[in-house]
């Protein structure tokens, strides 16, 4: 029999805690958490790694055809999750309590939430991408309750186009926020009020609109720069540069 709080992870949407805080009552730390069709998932463990398991923690109210398709959290206090029809929720991990977000601005129809990065517990963005770009956006919160779209057009702004992964230095004040599309990366030094292109180095994107293969970004907050790996032509291929944020990394940092 399978034990307690498996699940399947094929069709899950994963991701790590940034900088796990939150505790179950038995003292383990919330390292991950997870989201398949509208099922919500904890992964738990002791401090060395022990005992490590998946435990169910909701089950959000979707339309039909609806599923979570992006997912995460800060501290594990707060999870934040996206649907593929570009709505978000927070779940309360004090009381398992479900709350749909307020939109500030209003959110494209047929848009899908998928990637979520965080500055702090209730700083967070969420990339939205649709099939014809016309609703590809990015969603910002500082309170953790209301998202505001970065408005596209700012000098030096974001062009209308389809974001695929996001990534933040939260070490750094003002906050470091990487974005990356198909074939550039912005990059912002006040925690997304401004931003400026950082794709010196990188190719344009080699893969046809419907490859599977994502584009990546990881930001390093030891290393202080980002990374982003494009997989081209359905093979394993990978091209990497590195952008170096405004503060220096220190000399052992390098790995």
Same mark, same amino acid.
């Given at each position: 029999?399978?034990?307690?709080?498996? *699940?399947? %992870? #094929?069709?899950?949407?994963?991701?790590?805690?940034?900088?796990?805080?939150?505790?179950?009552?038995?003292?383990?730390?919330?390292?991950?958490?997870?989201?398949?069709?509208?099922?919500?998932?904890?992964?738990?463990?002791?401090?060395? +790694?022990?005992?490590?398991?998946?435990?169910?923690?909701?089950?959000?109210?979707?339309?039909?055809?609806?599923?979570? &398709? +992006?997912?995460?959290?800060?501290?594990?206090?707060?999870?934040?999750?996206?649907?593929?029809?570009?709505?978000?929720?927070? $779940?309360?991990? &004090?009381?398992?309590?479900?709350?749909?977000?307020?939109?500030?601005?209003?959110? *494209?129809?047929?848009?899908?939430?998928?990637?979520?990065?965080?500055?702090?517990?209730?700083?967070?963005?969420?990339?939205?991408?649709?099939?014809?770009?016309?609703?590809?956006?990015?969603?910002?919160?500082?309170? +953790?309750?209301?998202?505001?779209?970065?408005?596209?057009?700012?000098?030096?702004? %974001?062009?209308?186009?389809?974001?695929?992964?996001?990534?933040? #230095?939260?070490?750094?004040?003002? +906050?470091?926020?990487? $974005?990356?599309? #198909?074939?550039?990366?912005?990059?912002?030094?006040?925690?997304?009020?401004?931003?400026?292109?950082?794709?010196?180095?990188?190719?344009?994107? %080699?893969?046809?609109?419907?490859?599977?293969?994502?584009?990546? $970004?990881?930001?390093?907050?030891?290393?202080?720069?980002?990374? %982003?790996?494009?997989?081209?032509?359905?093979?394993?291929?990978?091209?990497?540069?590195?952008?170096?944020?405004?503060?220096?990394?220190?000399?052992?940092?390098?790995?």
């Amino acid at each position: 029999a399978a034990p307690a709080g498996a *699940f399947h %992870l #094929d069709l899950a949407v994963i991701e790590a805690v940034e900088l796990p805080s939150q505790q179950n009552s038995f003292g383990q730390l919330l390292y991950a958490v997870a989201g398949r069709a509208e099922k919500l998932y904890a992964f738990y463990a002791d401090a060395n +790694g022990a005992n490590c398991h998946w435990t169910p923690v909701g089950t959000l109210a979707t339309n039909g055809g609806e599923y979570i &398709s +992006g997912i995460g959290s800060f501290d594990g206090h707060r999870v934040f999750i996206g649907t593929s029809q570009g709505r978000l929720f927070r $779940l309360d991990m &004090s009381n398992l309590a479900i709350t749909p977000a307020t939109f500030a601005t209003a959110r *494209f129809a047929d848009s899908k939430a998928h990637k979520f990065a965080f500055l702090g517990p209730t700083t967070a963005f969420v990339c939205m991408a649709n099939s014809t770009e016309s609703g590809a956006t990015v969603f910002r919160t500082t309170d +953790g309750a209301t998202w505001s779209e970065i408005m596209h057009g700012f000098e030096p702004g %974001l062009p209308r186009q389809n974001y695929y992964s996001i990534a933040t #230095d939260w070490t750094t004040t003002p +906050g470091q926020v990487f $974005l990356a599309a #198909d074939n550039e990366v912005f990059v912002s030094f006040d925690a997304g009020a401004r931003w400026r292109t950082a794709s010196a180095g990188l190719p344009r994107r %080699l893969i046809p609109p419907t490859c599977a293969w994502p584009t990546i $970004l990881r930001a390093n907050a030891i290393c202080i720069s980002a990374r %982003l790996a494009i997989r081209s032509g359905g093979r394993n291929s990978r091209t990497t540069a590195s952008i170096p944020s405004r503060r220096a990394a220190p000399p052992s940092a390098e790995t």
